[in-house]
């Protein structure tokens, strides 16, 4: 059984960072491009980052330059390091893990950059 949960999130004030945790439970987490995506309300969800499992990375150009994407298959577990946070960057992240062509959601975590 595959199971995401994501942790991390919280109430930040812009320029401050973040670093958002997905652990991943079942044995598929080291064949699985992982990735971040996010939704604020009444949008559709959208790719922040993701990872493959040979550790090659892709950003939205939102994300550049701001967030890190990071996997350690030790610990079962995908991060993304978020800096230098805009209120714009608030929104729900979810983790994603995607193998054998499906896909598989975490419950997401709240993303919070207010002054």
């Known amino acids: 059984q595959v199971q995401l949960v994501e942790s991390g999130g919280g109430l930040v004030q812009p320029g401050e960072s973040l670093r958002l945790s997905c652990a991943a439970s079942?044995?598929?987490?080291?064949?699985?491009?992982m990735g971040w995506l996010r939704q604020e309300p009444g949008k559709q969800r959208e790719l922040v980052a993701t990872i493959t499992t040979g550790g090659s990375t892709n950003y939205a150009d939102s994300a550049k330059g701001r967030f890190t994407i990071s996997r350690d298959n030790a610990k079962n577990t995908v991060y993304l390091q978020m800096d230098s946070l805009k209120p714009e960057d608030t929104a729900v992240y979810y983790c994603?893990?995607?193998?054998?062509?499906?896909?598989?959601w975490g419950q997401g975590t709240q993303v919070t950059v207010s002054s």
């Open positions: 079942g044995s598929f987490f080291s064949i699985a491009t």
């Open positions: 994603n893990a995607k193998f054998l062509s499906v896909n598989y």
